[in-house]
């Protein structure tokens, strides 16, 4: 009597593994909270946060984009948006294209912000392909002792 072992493949495994952990690493899509459709981005710019005594700084990496089609806002839940669109502008004629590798589209990032945030005094500006937004943390109140009555 032969009896062949059947080995199952572990391949099918690794690669949905694989496909999960990738998608940990998306960008995120959609507005949690929110009521609008799942928002699916063509590409995401490259953020940067930075966290200095008086404020955060966000840079995102934005090439290409004009200042005129990108959005920068904040929502009532303390989510900081940021959106926008980039366009080819020049017109291909002759399509002998060897490898395209620049990206178009729309792209959407968006982060919560800590209560902690002067969300009136958020400031946004454009240079060279970044896009920079200033966002102040709120003052403090000074620590101050509680008599604890008897």
Known sequence: MNRLLKRR?????LLTLQQEINQLFQPMGSLRGDARENVVSDWSPAIDIKDEPTQYVIKADIPGVETKDVEVYMESNNML?????????????????????????????SFYLPDSVDSDKIKANSKLGVLTVMIPKAKSSATRKINIET
């Open 81 to 109: 948006v940021i959106k926008g669109h980039k366009e080819h502008t020049s017109e291909e004629k002759e399509e002998d294209f060897v490898r395209i590798e620049r990206t178009k589209g729309s792209f959407i990032r």
């Open 9 to 13: 493949s572990t391949w099918p495994d």
